[in-house]
């Protein structure tokens, strides 16, 4: 069973930036793909930003600009750049990864906090 373990969320200012850090238990080669979705109060999760295991990055146009996504394969980790953070921002960001065959994995959630 893969893990992910999701770190660096907190509570920024508007205008501020954070960095997302997700490890993961073993080497996210294996991985199509591995992304960030986030999920605020009464909301669907959606996605913020995703890579494929060829450097392929998407964002939705919410985001693009002021997040970047990157991985670090030597070290099985993904990151997610925020900056120029809104109060809409705020959620729990989740870490995903996605097999080549069977569901996807997902970690337990970063909170942040965006304040106006």
């Known amino acids: 069973q893969v893990q992910l373990l999701e770190s660096g969320g907190g509570l920024v200012q508007a205008g501020g930036s954070l960095r997302l850090s997700c490890a993961a238990s073993e080497s996210i080669f294996r991985f199509n793909a591995m992304a960030w979705y986030r999920q605020a109060p009464g909301k669907q999760r959606e996605l913020v930003a995703g890579i494929t295991s060829g450097g392929i990055t998407n964002y939705p146009d919410s985001v693009k600009g002021r997040f970047t996504i990157s991985r670090d394969n030597a070290k099985s980790t993904v990151y997610l750049e925020m900056n120029n953070l809104r109060p809409e921002d705020t959620a729990v960001y989740y870490c995903?990864?996605?097999?080549?065959?069977?569901?996807?994995?997902w970690g337990q959630g970063t909170q942040v906090t965006v304040s106006s």
């Open positions: 995903a990864a996605a097999p080549k065959g069977g569901n996807a994995y």
